[in-house]
């Protein structure tokens, strides 16, 4: 499945060493020409040598080791590559890479290859967590680095968490679906809302939600990956990286993602409505800021715009409509109200009170309903994978609509 394909396999100094072992046995028992790099670091938990037969081939360590006077080593094999997997990437890799540093082989040959990478990290559950690994985590995403997330249970250091390498045959598995992307979505446009929508109060305070965004940027990066030209129309609060090839539009109340949606909904193949929008907003924003007062604060709330629903009533005959239903309770019968009375083509509904589905999580358990009922339940996974299954079914229904449309 993998025949052809060069594959550089960067190791680093983790405890999740000895998996990166299965993992270079794995692809090249499905075809691939695996080249090994391993860091000082990892030559503290594993030896060249078992790389060396895995692979049979040299197992590169030394930036200035060169066995071959016609070219320079981690320039050669930056431009052999088809595909660069650090597997497993420790936090100090992840801050050098962030940095752009070449001070070893690994990172010299990332900073020369123009091929894709992909990043798995290890590490412990704190060391996870730790606000400059998020962030250093986010501007390698921001620059398109692919990333396989880590798993969560027991950990070498004896806590439980999120920090595990993910397994070979995972790690496989996406390497696998890269080189076979569906580009599918060439030459569509889409437009997909994210986060929360902001009403002011004065020009101190305002009513928000909970909603990070991270579902409909999750979208976002699955249809540009798969070809669309798309328009994110986003919250500002969200404080997400903008997803590689996305215009993104940032707007603050819902009565601006209602300008913005409009504006761009004249031509889009598709809309998805993955935002959560404000349903009420303050009936008088106050010129200056409210002071404190005894006795109980009253404030009037008046409707926002209904986005959807004006979508719905617009939609253009071959446009499919998506929209999103969070929910806490009687989640089917409020999804398939909202489907039917805002003319949905399909609903994305989750119950967000759900462990592993609600607000700021990285997976979701989403279900999707049309006019019909119940399409399919997802089971929990990370909110890219529920992106393109959303995708999926997008796709379906537009394919559908076309070939209904009546030959000129």
Known sequence: MLQGKTIVLGVTGGIAAYKAAALCSALVQRGADVRVILSSSALQFIQPLTFQALSRNHV?????????????????????????????????????????????MLSTTLLATRAPVMVCPAMNVHMYQHPAVQHNMELLRARGVQFVEPGEGFLACGYVGKGRMAEPEEIVDTIIKHF????DLVGK???????????????????????????????????SRRGAKVILVSGKSTSLPIPPGVEWMPIESADDMYQA?????????MIIKAAAVAD?????????????KE??????FERTT??????????????????????????????????????LDFIVANNVALEGAGFGTDTNIVS?????????????????????????????????????MPKL
């Open 295 to 300: 006795g109980n604060l009253v404030i009037e």
């Open 306 to 343: 209904d986005i959807l629903r004006y979508l719905g009533e617009h939609k253009l005959p071959t446009q499919v409509l998506v929209g999103f239903a969070a929910e806490t309770e009687n989640l089917e019968e409020n999804a398939m109200r909202k489907v039917i009375s805002k003319n």
């Open 261 to 269: 949606v409009v504006s761009q909904a004249h031509d889009a193949d």
């Open 189 to 223: 446009k889409l437009v997909i809302t994210a986060g929360a929508t902001r009403e002011a109060v004065d020009p101190v305070r305002f009513f928000t939600n909970r909603s990070t965004g991270k579902m409909g940027y999750a979208l976002a990066e699955a249809a």
């Open 368 to 404: 999707l309903y049309d006019k019909n009922g119940l399409i399919k339940t997802l089971p929990q996974l990370a909110k890219r994978e529920v992106a393109d299954c959303i995708l999926d079914e997008a796709i379906l229904r537009s394919e559908e609509k076309v070939q209904c």
């Open 280 to 292: 009420y907003r303050p009936a008088v924003v106050h010129e200056h800021k409210l002071k404190k």
């Open 180 to 183: 076979t992307l569906k580009q």
């Open 60 to 104: 590169m360590i030394d930036t200035f080791e060169e066995k071959d006077p016609t070219v320079i080593s981690h320039i050669d094999l930056a431009d052999q590559a088809d595909l660069i997997v650090v597997a497993p990437a420790t936090a100090n890799f992840l801050g050098k890479a962030a940095l752009g540093l070449g001070d070893d």
